[in-house]
């Protein structure tokens, strides 16, 4: 983890929160990244802290490197937004009021200017497999994407596209199509195009479609099998990548009766705060939003779309209704559950590599993680022993080994801290005794052979367990903040 405290930037194990390195930084930065992983055995090794006008990039294990990019004058507006590029060796900047994006080559210094990007935070991406880049600009009064050559990022072609004001484009998983829709004022307008940039096909929805119901999210399954189009007319449309036609209509109506078999669970909180969820009895209408002529577009429609790991099963939520949650199995083309919860669900989260748990984060200030196991098919609650301090309470899977116990991390603004809800696993750590040596090293062997072989039992964790980030207050020359009561903590 990379831990942003006021002019420190702490780089620690998510193990055991152990202290790897310290950097200190003049930049107060808003921005904090780790460069890509683009294969199983690759890892993430630099770290990017950027602010409106400076950007550096360290090495966590080269103390001896470090990359430093200046925005100059800053005529072209500060940078809005930075992310690291394809590789670890390519830093993107994005310059206010979409004048321009800067590609830099950190291994050999140069840059590469493309000028009026439409968007700084998306509307671009690089292709799988081979990192063609993609990007939406609007140079004119027509919406423009081109592909841009890997490393280089030379122009290698250019589409006007027919869009009237395009709103984004998604490389498919294989690599085989990209998707650019339009504005939601003109309809339901997909355009698909190959990797080459010719137009495949044009869908437009069916003959009922609505003017003015148009695409609120776009979603690619992960084994690239279906393109789910969120509408804000309720429903979500999968479309098969074999010819792009619709196979699928997952409509969220707003009395909910499921097939026989399938449970509608709702959350109840008693007068204490503790939280569980009970089965209710079908047909049930769950509370919509509360009309507001201002936003009534930003309250309908399917803005929240996540497929599990292995494209199997895919959760949903309807903004009109915003503390439901809909799980559709794709297998059986049904949905299988509806959870209805207690406060507006602003989160789905698969475990990236878990592919029956989901996570469901909602919008109130409870330190309590809902989750939903879909080889069981039940919900359940935890209540983690969190205080919160400053900002909006939200967490997010770690990335840990298939073998391992899954764990999360939790926090706000200013702390956070670590939960494993099955028990962490057991590290395995022996220290020399004050001799040395090789008696030290005989006893370490003689330590382990003997756990291995079960003559000294390990000890049993709980099944949930917490590390706390208060080990940043540990006494050490450089750790004399902590994270209570001061500004500028970020954490990545």
Same mark, same amino acid.
């Given at each position: 983890?990379?831990?942003?405290?006021?002019?420190?930037?702490?780089?620690?194990?998510?193990?055991?929160?152990?202290?790897?390195?310290?950097?200190?930084?003049?930049?107060?930065?808003?921005?904090?990244?780790?460069?890509?992983?683009?294969?199983?055995?690759?890892? $993430?090794?630099?770290?990017?802290?950027?602010?409106?006008?400076?950007?550096?990039?360290?090495?966590?294990?080269?103390?001896?490197?470090?990359?430093?990019?200046?925005?100059?004058?800053?005529?072209?507006?500060?940078?809005?937004?930075?992310?690291?590029?394809?590789?670890?060796?390519?830093?993107?900047?994005?310059?206010?009021?979409?004048?321009?994006?800067?590609?830099?080559?950190?291994? $050999?210094?140069?840059?590469?200017?493309?000028?009026?990007?439409?968007? $700084? *935070?998306?509307?671009?991406?690089?292709?799988?497999?081979?990192?063609?880049?993609?990007?939406?600009?609007?140079?004119?009064?027509?919406?423009?994407?081109?592909?841009?050559?890997?490393?280089?990022?030379?122009?290698?072609?250019?589409?006007?596209?027919?869009?009237?004001?395009?709103?984004?484009?998604?490389?498919?998983?294989?690599?085989?199509?990209?998707?650019?829709?339009?504005?939601?004022?003109?309809?339901?307008?997909?355009?698909?195009?190959?990797?080459?940039?010719?137009?495949? #096909?044009?869908?437009?929805?069916?003959?009922?479609?609505?003017?003015?119901?148009?695409?609120?999210?776009?979603?690619?399954?992960?084994?690239?099998?279906?393109?789910?189009?969120?509408?804000?007319?309720? #429903?979500?449309?999968?479309?098969?990548?074999?010819?792009?036609?619709?196979?699928?209509?997952?409509?969220?109506?707003?009395?909910?009766?499921?097939?026989?078999?399938?449970?509608?669970?709702?959350?109840?909180?008693?007068?204490?705060?503790?939280?569980?969820?009970?089965?209710?009895?079908?047909?049930?209408?769950?509370?919509?939003?509360?009309?507001?002529?201002?936003?009534?577009?930003?309250?309908?429609?399917?803005?929240?779309?996540?497929?599990?790991?292995?494209?199997?099963?895919?959760?949903?939520?309807?903004?009109?209704?915003?503390?439901?949650?809909?799980?559709?199995?794709?297998?059986?083309?049904?949905?299988?559950?509806?959870?209805?919860?207690?406060?507006?669900?602003?989160?789905?989260?698969?475990?990236? *590599?878990?592919?029956?748990?989901?996570?469901?984060?909602?919008?109130?200030?409870?330190?309590?993680?809902?989750?939903?196991?879909?080889?069981?098919?039940?919900?359940?609650?935890?209540?983690?022993?969190?205080?919160?301090?400053?900002?909006?309470?939200?967490?997010?899977?770690?990335?840990?080994?298939?073998?391992?116990?899954?764990?999360?991390?939790?926090?706000? *603004?200013? $702390?956070?801290?670590?939960?494993?809800?099955?028990?962490?696993?057991?590290?395995?750590?022996?220290?020399?005794?004050?001799?040395?040596?090789?008696?030290?090293?005989?006893?370490?062997?003689?330590?382990?052979?003997?756990?291995?072989?079960?003559?000294?039992?390990?000890?049993?964790?709980?099944?949930?367990?917490?590390?706390?980030?208060?080990?940043?207050?540990?006494?050490?020359?450089?750790?004399?903040?902590?994270?209570?009561?001061?500004?500028?903590?970020?954490?990545?």
């Amino acid at each position: 983890m990379a831990i942003l405290v006021n002019s420190r930037l702490d780089i620690r194990t998510t193990s055991s929160l152990e202290l790897l390195r310290t950097i200190t930084t003049s930049i107060q930065g808003s921005t904090l990244r780790w460069s890509p992983i683009r294969s199983s055995s690759d890892t $993430s090794s630099r770290v990017l802290l950027a602010s409106d006008e400076n950007v550096r990039v360290w090495d966590i294990y080269d103390e001896r490197w470090s990359a430093a990019i200046n925005n100059g004058s800053g005529g072209m507006g500060k940078l809005v937004n930075v992310e690291f590029g394809r590789s670890r060796e390519e830093v993107l900047c994005f310059s206010d009021f979409g004048s321009k994006l800067t590609a830099w080559n950190l291994k $050999s210094g140069t840059s590469v200017e493309i000028r009026d990007p439409k968007f $700084s *935070t998306r509307g671009y991406g690089y292709r799988p497999h081979t990192g063609l880049f993609a990007l939406l600009s609007r140079p004119g009064p027509q919406d423009i994407l081109t592909l841009h050559a890997p490393t280089t990022y030379f122009v290698v072609k250019t589409v006007t596209l027919l869009t009237v004001d395009a709103q984004g484009v998604k490389w498919s998983p294989d690599g085989r199509w990209m998707v650019v829709w339009d504005t939601p004022s003109v309809g339901l307008k997909i355009y698909v195009y190959t990797a080459d940039g010719h137009l495949y #096909r044009v869908y437009s929805g069916d003959s009922e479609d609505t003017l003015g119901l148009g695409v609120k999210s776009i979603e690619w399954s992960p084994r690239g099998d279906y393109l789910a189009i969120g509408g804000h007319d309720r #429903r979500v449309v999968l479309l098969s990548t074999r010819t792009f036609s619709p196979v699928m209509v997952l409509d969220h109506t707003s009395s909910i009766q499921l097939s026989r078999g399938s449970m509608v669970w709702q959350e109840q909180v008693t007068g204490t705060s503790q939280r569980s969820y009970t089965t209710v009895q079908q047909p049930v209408a769950p509370p919509t939003a509360p009309d507001s002529p201002s936003n009534q577009a930003t309250k309908t429609g399917l803005s929240l779309i996540a497929f599990n790991a292995n494209g199997t099963v895919v959760a949903t939520r309807d903004d009109s209704v915003p503390t439901t949650v809909w799980l559709w199995d794709l297998t059986k083309l049904t949905a299988t559950a509806v959870l209805v919860q207690h406060s507006p669900v602003k989160q789905l989260s698969w475990h990236p *590599t878990i592919a029956s748990l989901l996570l469901i984060q909602c919008s109130h200030d409870e330190p309590t993680l809902y989750f939903y196991d879909t080889t069981n098919e039940v919900p359940y609650t935890l209540d983690v022993s969190f205080q919160k301090t400053a900002g909006r309470i939200e967490a997010q899977w770690l990335s840990t080994a298939s073998n391992s116990n899954f764990a999360l991390l939790l926090g706000d *603004t200013q $702390s956070f801290v670590l939960v494993w809800p099955e028990g962490r696993d057991q590290i395995l750590k022996f220290e020399n005794n004050e001799h040395g040596g090789a008696e030290a090293e005989a006893e370490e062997e003689d330590s382990l052979f003997d756990i291995l072989t079960g003559k000294t039992p390990i000890k049993e964790l709980d099944r949930t367990e917490l590390l706390v980030s208060d080990v940043l207050e540990e006494d050490t020359e450089v750790l004399d903040d902590t994270f209570v009561g001061r500004g500028g903590f970020g954490v990545t």
